[in-house]
């Protein structure tokens, strides 16, 4: 395992460095005004030279994450696993996870020419279709407000005749009306 380490580790470095992005003079600036701030007491003389030999350390560490990210975006590829192979290097995957929010990127497409379809598609562009479900909604509106008949269970008498049932259910009718 140590051996397959060391063959990746290798094969990072030597990936060229042109190949990477460096860190700005902008970012390092901001650490160089970040570190004094909040040191005020110190003597810059004195540690400029210390924070300018820590910078280069950083800068290297940043360059090898670099490299590092380019050789396992080549992993990705499933055309380059003969290659890690021959040369005894584990693949590393990076295991596909949503964020802590659950946020998750929509992939890019064409909104508008979806919108269009399902317009098309959709149930509300047949108009006979929307006017009934217009009516159909009222109903629903309507039956909210007015029970069907009276299911109070300390006035209906169990079992009932079809005849009772209809005079009961009738009269339920011209009281709510």
Do not use: W
Not at 12 to 27: A, M, N, Q, Y
Not at 145 to 157: F, S, V
């Amino acid at each position: 395992m140590v051996e397959a380490e060391l063959r990746f580790t290798s094969l990072v470095d030597s990936v060229p460095t042109e190949e990477v992005s460096t860190l700005s003079k902008e970012r390092r600036f901001f650490f160089l005004n970040q570190s004094f701030r909040r040191n005020e007491k110190f003597d810059v003389d004195k540690v400029y030279p210390t924070f300018k030999n820590l910078l280069r350390v950083v800068e290297e560490e940043y360059i090898r994450q670099m490299k590092k990210c380019i050789v396992l975006k080549q992993m990705e590829d499933p055309a380059n696993h003969d290659k890690f192979n021959r040369m005894k290097i584990p693949i590393r995957l990076q295991k596909k996870t949503s964020p802590y929010f659950g946020v998750v990127r929509c992939p890019k497409y064409n909104f508008s020419y979806n919108y269009e379809e399902v317009q098309h598609t959709h149930f509300s562009s047949d108009e006979d279709l929307v006017a009934m479900t217009r009516v159909f909604i009222q109903k629903c509106i309507d039956f909210q407000d007015q029970r069907y008949m009276n299911t109070n269970t300390l006035a209906l008498k169990l079992p009932k005749e079809l005849k009772e049932l209809d005079r009961v259910q009738n009269s339920h009718h011209q009281a709510v009306a």
